[in-house]
Structure formats: structure tokens, C-alpha cells
């Protein structure tokens, strides 16, 4: 698969059906799709997934909206996606990635765990605060944000 990984063009933006896998909430996703760096990866000119980086502080920037479509899930896209978006962040100096994921989202937290991404800390009741539909994933329902930060 010869998927290619490049900063958005100027018009270019990703699907809200694939920004939607990241995040349910268009009025979240509304808040901070212009604020940040959108990253897309291609499969023959087609957007297969994509990321944004946005910046948060002066040594941190945050990964949001991390996303593969389904159909092109468990090839190794998504740790490609992170690879760049961790070279991303070093080559503009900054010294923290942050990501950020439900509780209930237990294959996330695994992966993040496997690109050294540690536990920094949890935002309690961010779900039920931010969110007006329950947000259902591997059987439970994602009740804190746990915030995750390596060193780039």
C-alpha cells in the first residue's frame, strides 16, 4: 500500500465522515478544525485518514482527530500517522505530543501506550460534561478524557 502523508493543501480538508470516526461531535470537531495543522493521508489522490496538529502551548502540541476510514484499518496506517505526526512535532521544536482519548477506548489507550505515549492525567466527567449523547465503546460508556504525553 503506498500511502502518502502531506500537510493539507489550502482547500483541502478532511471528510467530516472521517472526522466523525475521531470525534462524534461536529460541534467539538467545529471548535478546533481551523486552529491547528490538518494532516492527510492519501491512497491514490483518495483521503484514507488524516490528523490534525494543534499547537497548545509553547513547548506542546496536541494530536486531535486521529482517524483511519475502517476499510483501511490494521495495515499499520494509524501508527504511519503517528510516526509523522511525532517527526511533525520535533522538526517544529516542540518538546511534548499530547493525545487525548475516552476511558473507555481500550485499543487507543493500548496503542498510545506502544508509542510511548504516557498517562499524564484524566479529566473526570469530560463525556458526560461535553457530550449530549452517551458515548458507547467496547461496552462502556466513555465517561473521563485521559490526556497521554511523550517527548518528541
Same mark, same amino acid.
Given at each position: ?71 483501511? %484499518? ?54 458526560? %460534561? ?14 473521563? %478524557? ?7
Amino acid at each position: 500500500m503506498d500511502i502518502k502523508i502531506n500537510k493539507a493543501g489550502p482547500n483541502e480538508s478532511l471528510p467530516i465522515d472521517l472526522l466523525l470516526l475521531a470525534d462524534p461531535s461536529e460541534e467539538m470537531i467545529s471548535k478546533y478544525l481551523n486552529s491547528g495543522e490538518t494532516f492527510v493521508a492519501k491512497l491514490d489522490d483518495k483521503i484514507v485518514g488524516g490528523f490534525i496538529l494543534l499547537p497548545i502551548s509553547e513547548g506542546e502540541i496536541e494530536i486531535k482527530n486521529i482517524a483511519v476510514y475502517p476499510e483501511y %484499518q490494521k495495515k499499520g496506517l494509524g501508527k504511519e500517522l503517528m510516526k509523522y505526526a511525532i517527526r511533525t512535532a520535533k522538526m517544529e521544536a516542540y518538546d511534548f505530543l499530547i493525545i487525548k482519548t475516552a476511558d473507555s477506548s481500550r485499543y487507543q489507550i493500548s496503542f498510545y501506550e506502544k508509542l510511548k505515549f504516557k498517562l499524564d492525567s484524566t479529566i473526570k466527567g469530560h463525556y458526560i %460534561q461535553y457530550y449530549k449523547e452517551p458515548i458507547i465503546e467496547n461496552g462502556l460508556e466513555a465517561v473521563d %478524557q485521559l490526556v497521554f504525553r511523550r517527548s518528541v
